[in-house]
């Protein structure tokens, strides 16, 4: 890596971010990137050029490269974050599964007297 080298995140909206790389202005959006929303701020302008267009957030585990910043349409996205509602989707399927050990486990805990009710608490004003 030359002396003057650099990689700096200029600012975060809402839609993505800003970077400065080597005098490029690039933009992340969170679109094409999402595993930069969920970076904290104080991680996300702790942005490190590595060289030969490499830039890496060293505390989050992130690399990307300038030519991936540049055309994100070319390179698909591989992994994506779990989302809620694919968590959810995921909880109901598992939950439908049969087994004979999950039957045995419901009948040992119906026997128990089932799932316990939960405990209503006063609300005081």
């Known amino acids: 890596m030359k002396k003057n080298e650099y990689a ?60 991936i910043l540049a055309n994100p349409e070319k390179y698909p996205r591989i992994m994506h974050t779990l989302s809620s509602e694919a968590a959810a989707l995921f909880g109901r399927r598992g939950g439908t599964v049969k087994s004979h050990r999950k039957a045995e486990a419901s009948r040992a805990n119906g026997l128990k007297g089932g799932r316990p009710r939960k405990k209503k608490s006063l609300v005081t004003t």
């Open 8 to 67: 700096e995140v200029k600012f975060i909206s809402a839609d993505g971010f800003l970077m400065d790389v080597n005098g490029t202005s690039y933009f992340a959006s969170f679109k094409d990137f999402p595993f930069l929303y969920d970076l904290p701020v104080s991680e996300a302008y702790n942005v490190q050029y590595l060289g030969q267009g490499d830039i890496r957030w060293e505390n989050a585990d992130i690399d990307l490269n300038i030519d």
